[in-house]
């Protein structure tokens, strides 16, 4: 059974096509017949190497890599853009910005990096909730002004994939 080319292509798979390699490649280990088993084996040690070099990768990278995985949605790209657009900005108004009401920003892009934390970087721990601070995967927030601004690897990973400042 030669699964050579599947492993070539793995790199180049979404999140969900992965999963399905993976979980199949454990079916093989774990029920297959002894070809099975043995490429099951081979395709899931291909899968711990590509894990540690997509993690030992620069910052800007792991920014471009994560967001190839999970390509953002236009309403992604809206609030990712309205913060690019207004660095140091609060969250009411970058809220605003988009013609929403409070501070629904902040909710919904800091989803944005959690749902792409495993090819990023964990949450930093919010100082003020016993809890994540979501947002942090992406932007950095000044307490003195309440303001957020894009980290610079995430702003440079962004540009990679055509994501910019206007």
């Known amino acids: ?8 292509s793995l790199p180049g798979k979404t999140d969900k096509e992965r999963r399905t390699i993976r979980a199949r490649a454990e079916d093989w280990v774990a029920d297959g017949s002894p070809e099975q088993q043995e490429a099951g084996r081979k395709v899931l ?5 590509l894990q540690e ?6 910052p800007v990278s792991k920014v471009e890599n994560a967001f190839a995985r999970m390509p953002p949605s236009h309403f992604e790209v809206s609030l990712m853009q309205v ?5 140091g900005a609060t969250s009411t108004a970058l809220t605003e910005a988009i013609g929403w009401q409070d501070k629904a920003w902040q909710l919904h892009f800091g989803k944005i990096g959690w749902d792409r934390q495993d090819y ?5 721990w919010s100082k003020v909730r016993n809890e994540p601070f979501k947002a942090g995967i992406l932007a950095d927030y000044d307490e003195a002004t309440s303001g957020f601004t894009m980290k610079p690897d995430v702003v440079a990973g962004l540009e990679r994939i055509g994501i910019k400042a206007k």
């Open 45 to 49: 040690d291909a899968f711990a190497q």
């Open 83 to 87: 913060l690019l657009d207004n660095p």
């Open 53 to 58: 070099r997509e993690s030992a990768s620069d």
């Open 1 to 8: 059974m030669n699964v050579d080319p599947l492993i070539t």
């Open 120 to 124: 990023l970087w964990p949450a930093p």
